[in-house]
């Protein structure tokens, strides 16, 4: 599985803190982790637990 430490905003590519998810929660055995970027877009990891 590939480790992301990182992630960049979908809509403008500013890098986004993985530490500090807006919102986390877990769907079909994956956790998803969301981030709002100052840009309004909203940003979805998946990572399987
Ligand atoms: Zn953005």
Redesign the pocket.
């Known amino acids: 599985m590939l480790e992301r430490l990182g992630c960049t905003?979908?809509?403008?590519?500013?890098q986004l803190d993985a530490n500090t998810p807006e919102l986390s929660f877990e769907r079909d055995g994956y956790l998803r982790h969301a981030y709002e970027?100052?840009?309004?877009?909203v940003t979805i990891t998946v990572a399987r637990r």
């Open positions: 905003c979908e809509g403008c590519d500013r970027c100052p840009c309004r877009t």
